[in-house]
């Protein structure tokens, strides 16, 4: 009966819908560091850690002084059109990819809850020691503009649920300037939480402590769980209130306002080109595009005639993988309605980087079609269906670049949006094998990983745990069953073919040449492998911080940045707060809502 499973693992995304017909080369090491050629994300873990040895050991290089810290804006005034109609007033913007804005001061005694010293100064080159003064308070929290700064908002469109949703825009953010640092990196600043904008519809342009507590923790735990993701600086939180009707009931409250200062290496997403290619602004496309394929995509030459093609070739590529490192991790990127996307066009990056956290939630468990989010009722957005949804957003994409693509280059491309399900299922694949350790190549392994899977769905076995648990257990432990303080294994032991599974599983890792169970455990939950780790930001982790947060005790959000930042090394105080343990009972009726 278990042959039939043999697609099950890609039964993860709904793959059996594609026609696969076109594969890009692959890198085959599993590692961020594979495709960081051209994913300008943040990238890699082990050039984070480089980084930060290096302003550990070169301290004295690090600004004590913000007066010292500048931005810059004129690249993307130079390159790019900016609205001529001044003001943060609500109106339909027109042949331009920037407005000018001012952020709205926060109101009140301001707070600094958070800040994640990786990129203070391992990015922003800058002494932690600065998040402790009162000018650092207000550069973050936009009551004061950074040296430099010509505060912009983005005009963007988007698909929302497979719908144009029209102008949408940062309704709630500010760039402020791009900063290089001195490795060479450009990084982009920007504000969330920080006023209206002419993209705020009838927004009020802030953002609450629970949703800015998520997007701190989970920006900061997704770069060293190795995805490829935003940033986060710091969290700043006031006595503003924000009223919201957080389950969309009728239920409306006054909540406090908050504003992360937040970081990628570019804020352009689908949405960006599509807005121009919907309002006919064809030139505009062009200009935008060349200027993305210029700072972003170095390897693209700009003369190429088929540069454009080149240039959606591989962000089909990118896509594809990160949606896969998604899936490693149980992490489901929800979609937001009315005020916001995540899993829509207007929220996919077009660098391939996670950005934008909403109700996103990481699975306990193992459930193709969880869902973090209470909007969502037709399940679009649950975790099995992200691959299928960035297909989508990839098929929207390809359409908004049609005006800039001849004939013959259409139907390459569509040759190549059919070759995303192979890129997706073969990645998915070698994460899954590196998950359990297994070397090499066996016609059977698509049956080995669908059969664990299987057998962890009906015995709702904890994801995130059952690969760890596999990672620390020895072949022995194995054999014989023995898994004492293994809540996840011994769940799954339960199921009536654990037993052969496990026979199967066994019998692979035996025919491992060279390879010792030392070794096999080490490598599947080593940090440097980015494969299993033991701790990831749970919802019921995360709503228990925030509870805490909104009473004026931000010790959790502190303890879970901390532990966060290095989840594939067992720590103590995790262990005693439960953050490995079974989640506690109440965790299983959280629900995300979209309001923020």
């Not at 791009?178 to 993209?199: A, D, F």
């Not at 670049?401 to 949006?417: G, M, N, S």
Request: with cysteine; charged share 20%; net charge neutral.
């Amino acid at each position: 009966m278990w042959s039939t499973c043999t697609a099950l693992v890609f039964a993860l995304v709904a793959a059996s819908s594609f026609t696969p017909a076109y594969v890009l080369e692959l890198c085959q090491n599993i590692s961020p560091e594979c495709h960081s050629d051209h994913n300008t994300a943040s990238n890699s873990q082990s050039s984070s850690h480089t980084v930060k040895s290096k302003w550990t050991l070169n301290a004295s290089s690090l600004m004590h002084d913000l007066n010292q810290f500048r931005v810059s804006c004129k690249k993307l005034l130079e390159a790019l059109p900016i609205d001529k109609v001044d003001g943060n007033f609500v109106r339909t913007v027109k042949n331009c990819i920037f407005s000018k804005s001012i952020p709205t001061p926060l109101k009140g005694p301001l707070r600094l809850t958070a800040a994640s010293k990786d990129v203070i100064e391992g990015i922003l080159d800058l002494d932690a020691s600065v998040t402790r003064s009162g000018d650092f308070l207000h550069y973050a929290s936009g009551g004061r503009l950074l040296p430099g700064s010509v505060p912009l908002a983005h005009r963007y469109g988007g698909h929302q649920f497979g719908y144009w949703a029209g102008q949408l825009g940062d309704g709630r953010a500010h760039f402020l300037g791009q900063y290089s640092n001195k490795k060479g990196e450009v990084w982009e600043l920007q504000l969330k939480g920080s006023g209206k904008t002419p993209y705020s519809r009838s927004g009020d342009g802030r953002a609450v402590i629970r949703s800015s507590v998520r997007e701190f923790l989970c920006s900061e735990a997704m770069h060293f769980l190795g995805v490829p993701t935003s940033r986060a600086a710091s969290l700043i939180v006031s006595e503003e209130p924000v009223l919201r009707d957080q389950f969309y009931n009728g239920n409306v409250k006054a909540e406090r306002g908050a504003v992360v200062l937040r970081l990628a290496k570019s804020w352009f997403r689908i949405g960006s080109l599509e807005i121009l290619s919907q309002s006919g602004e064809i030139n505009l496309l062009r200009k935008l595009l060349n200027f993305v394929i210029d700072e972003h995509f170095p390897f693209i030459n700009p003369d190429n005639p088929e540069k454009y093609l080149v240039f959606f070739s591989t962000v089909v590529n990118e896509t594809a993988h990160l949606i896969a490192q998604w899936m490693s991790v149980g992490f489901a990127h929800a979609v937001a309605v009315l005020t916001t996307g995540v899993c829509n066009t207007d929220n996919f990056s077009l660098l391939s980087i996670t950005i934008d956290y909403g109700p996103f939630g990481f699975m306990e468990s193992y459930n193709p079609n969880f869902i973090p989010n209470t909007s969502d009722d037709e399940g679009r957005y649950s975790i099995g269906a992200q691959a299928n949804v960035g297909l989508l957003n990839l098929e929207k994409l390809l359409v908004a670049l049609i005006p800039v693509l001849t004939q013959t280059q259409q139907k390459q491309a569509k040759i190549i949006l059919k070759g995303y399900a192979n890129i997706y299922q073969m990645r998915v694949h070698q994460i899954f094998k590196a998950k359990l350790g297994l070397l090499g190549e066996d016609e059977d392994d698509n049956d080995l990983i669908a059969f664990l899977l299987k057998v962890m769905e009906d015995t709702e076995s904890d994801f995130t745990m059952t690969f760890r648990e596999l990672s620390e257990v020895s072949a022995k432990q194995l054999l014989n069953k023995n898994f004492t303080q293994m809540w996840a294994l011994d769940d799954l032991s339960h199921h009536k073919h654990f037993s052969d599974w496990l026979n199967k599983y066994l019998f692979r890792l035996s025919r491992q040449q060279d390879d010792s169970d030392l070794d096999r455990q080490h490598r599947m939950k080593s940090k440097s492998n980015y494969v299993n780790p033991r701790y990831v930001l749970r919802n019921w982790m995360a709503e228990s911080a925030i509870r805490k947060a909104e009473r004026n005790d931000f010790s959790e959000v502190e303890l879970l940045h901390h532990i966060l930042s290095s989840p594939f090394v067992t720590q103590e105080t995790a262990e005693e707060a439960g953050y490995a343990a079974r989640p506690p009972q109440w965790a299983s009726r959280l629900k995300v809502s979209c309001s923020s």
